[in-house]
Each structure stands twice: as structure tokens, then as C-alpha cells.
T-cell receptor
Framework: GAVVSQHPSWVICKSGTSVKIECRSLDFQATTMFWYRQFPKQSLMLMATSNEGSKATYEQGVEKDKFLINHASLTLSTLTVTSAHPEDSSFYIC?????????????FGSGTQLSVL | GQQLNQSPQSMFIQEGEDVSMNCTSSSIFNTWLWYKQDPGEGPVLLIALYKAGELTSNGRLTAQFGITRKDSFLNISASIPSDVGIYFCAGLPGYSSASKIIFGSGTRLSIRP
């Protein structure tokens, strides 16, 4: 299957600092990528859709100034958590769709565990 | 909005047992995807289903796309310790636009002590 690489795997930061998470599609191009947040023992919650060459689309309730998304190329999307606070601590996961003739599969990165002190 | 009801929420298995889990919805989906997530990792795609009635296997895993297009099932035969993890179903109402994908709440599989 297709490979989506996400870095870093985990990060610990002080409150008030910014953290950047990278998501790369290694063997395919992705004009669209998705960013999710997952709380312990819960399902994935879509935060935003990253679009190459245009602005990201944020889900209701997600602060766009808090979670900055940049889709710099067809293989790279970044999520920056700005002025992080302890309540931003969570598991963040990116994904990218790979389209076939009449179908689509969604491949995920390995996730980033963010801990804000 | 559309929701997926995944059951069971959790289950304990003994090595060698067969396992079944399912997802149901009041809405129709055109694609069903099954994922497994290990602790601290992203979900890994196990099986993708695209046609009503489709039955697809991946090793000891078998998944079916329900005839009504409102449900899907995942079976694991002869379970082994590495099957432990969280299994998510996901449904796509259309044939593309993965942003519309909807996830079930997950089934947590554990080994019975």
C-alpha cells in the first residue's frame, strides 16, 4: 500500500510555544491531505482538509489561527499548533487519499503525540 | 449527520478464537474501509470494499459489504496475540471526497487473561 510519513512521532513542549508536524506522501502525490485529532480511547476527529495550492478547509469548532495548515507541495502538508496550551495535548494524525479508477483508499501517517507542559 | 454504529465496543479473545465485529448505519455508503490501530500508531488499512455484497479476504481477515449498503462486517479467524488493537470501520458516502469519510467508534480487541 501507499506510504504516508508523519514526523515527529512525539513532541513535548512548553506552554506558549509552537509545534510543527509534517506529513508526507512518500510514493504518491496528494493534492489533498487530512488532519485528525484523537483523544484516548476515542475515534478520529477530522480537524481540517489541507489543499495543495489553496487554503485549508477547517471543520466547525476548529480554530484556524490556532492550527495553521500549509500544503507546500503535492507530497507535503504541515500542521502548526501555535501558542500551544496543555489542552492541545493530544494524538494528531494525518492522512492522504489514493484514488483508483472508481474507488479511493485513505492511508494514515503514524501519528504525533503532543504533550504540552 | 451520518453516523456509524460499531459493535462491540470491546471484546476479550482467547488465542485461536474467531472474532466478529460490525458497523451499521441508517445511511447508505458506497465504500467501506476497515482499519487496525496499534497504541501510539496511525490506523493501518486492512480491507477496502466497494460493491454491495462484496466479500474480501486479507489473510485471516474477511470483510463483507452489506447488501443494503448500510452495514459491513469484519471477521478474524484463529486469532493470534498480534491481532490485539483497535479496529475501526469507516464509510464513504460517495466514490471520492475522502474528507466525507465517517469513522466508527472502534472495537478494542484484548487477549483474555
Amino acid at each position: 500500500g501507499a506510504v504516508v510519513s508523519q514526523h515527529p512521532s512525539w513532541v513535548i513542549c512548553k506552554s506558549g510555544t509552537s509545534v510543527k508536524i509534517e506529513c508526507r506522501s512518500l510514493d504518491f502525490q496528494a493534492t489533498t491531505m487530512f488532519w485528525y485529532r484523537q483523544f484516548p480511547k476515542q475515534s478520529l476527529m477530522l480537524m481540517a482538509t489541507s489543499n495543495e495550492g489553496s487554503k485549508a478547509t477547517y471543520e466547525q469548532g476548529v480554530e484556524k489561527d490556532k492550527f495553521l495548515i500549509n500544503h507546500a507541495s503535492l507530497t507535503l502538508s504541515t500542521l502548526t499548533v501555535t501558542s500551544a496550551h496543555p489542552e492541545d495535548s493530544s494524538f494528531y494524525i494525518c492522512s492522504a487519499p489514493l484514488a483508483g479508477a472508481n474507488n479511493e483508499k485513505l492511508f494514515f501517517g503514524s501519528g504525533t503525540q503532543l504533550s504540552v507542559l | 449527520g451520518q453516523q456509524l454504529n460499531q459493535s462491540p465496543q470491546s471484546m476479550f479473545i482467547q488465542e485461536g478464537e474467531d472474532v466478529s465485529m460490525n458497523c451499521t448505519s441508517s445511511s447508505i455508503f458506497n465504500t467501506w474501509l476497515w482499519y487496525k490501530q496499534d497504541p501510539g500508531e496511525g490506523p493501518v488499512l486492512l480491507i477496502a470494499l466497494y460493491k454491495a455484497g462484496e466479500l474480501t479476504s486479507n489473510g485471516r481477515l474477511t470483510a463483507q459489504f452489506g447488501i443494503t449498503r448500510k452495514d459491513s462486517f469484519l471477521n478474524i479467524s484463529a486469532s493470534i496475540p498480534s491481532d490485539v488493537g483497535i479496529y475501526f470501520c469507516a464509510g464513504l458516502p460517495g466514490y471520492s471526497s475522502a474528507s466525507k469519510i465517517i469513522f466508527g467508534s472502534g472495537t478494542r480487541l484484548s487477549i483474555r487473561p
